[in-house]
């Protein structure tokens, strides 16, 4: 059984990192040329930190991928790829309103963005292991009855 947010969501993120990419070196050309204020640059330097933290997020921390075989639960992130033993999977809970949160035993955590049919997934790995415990909030239960497709296959 899978749950993906499928392939336009890591082509958005995939061209949003490209434009911040851009946007970066476009703008710091401009704030670094002489005669800028410390005041443009300390806010560019800001900038800078915030949207590459974002990028560490979206690129490296947050899956857009979950498939679970009978024993194993494997996700991809753009740029990190994993496996957890469903053994080793002790707590599934909501962070942020719309994320939802998978973690090990040994404190690993896997994020993705809750849509349509994250909480079927959920159920149906209780299912395979119930020793998990599921803690979600109100914003899983909503996302359910909103019309649309669901991103869970199985």
Do not use: C
Not at 36 to 61: C, D, H, K, P, T
Not at 95 to 100: D, I
């Amino acid at each position: 059984m899978t749950f993906s947010l499928g392939r336009m969501y890591r082509i958005s993120i995939f061209f949003g990192a490209a434009f911040f990419l851009l946007v970066a070196v476009l703008v710091g050309q401009k704030v670094v040329s002489p005669g800028q204020s410390w005041g443009g640059r300390a806010l560019f330097v800001l900038w800078l930190i915030v949207m590459l933290y974002g990028l560490y997020q979206n690129l490296y921390q947050l899956a857009y991928d979950l498939h679970s075989s009978d024993k194993m639960l494997t996700w991809r992130s753009p740029l990190r790829t994993g496996t957890l033993p469903l053994s080793e999977l002790r707590r599934i809970y909501s962070s942020r309103v719309s994320l939802g949160v998978l973690e090990a035993a040994d404190g690993r955590r896997i994020q993705i963005y809750a849509h349509k049919g994250f909480r079927t997934f959920v159920t149906r790995l209780v299912e395979r292991n119930p020793n998990i415990d599921v803690s979600l909030s109100w914003y899983f239960r909503l996302v359910e009855r909103l019309p649309g497709t669901t991103a869970f296959h199985g």
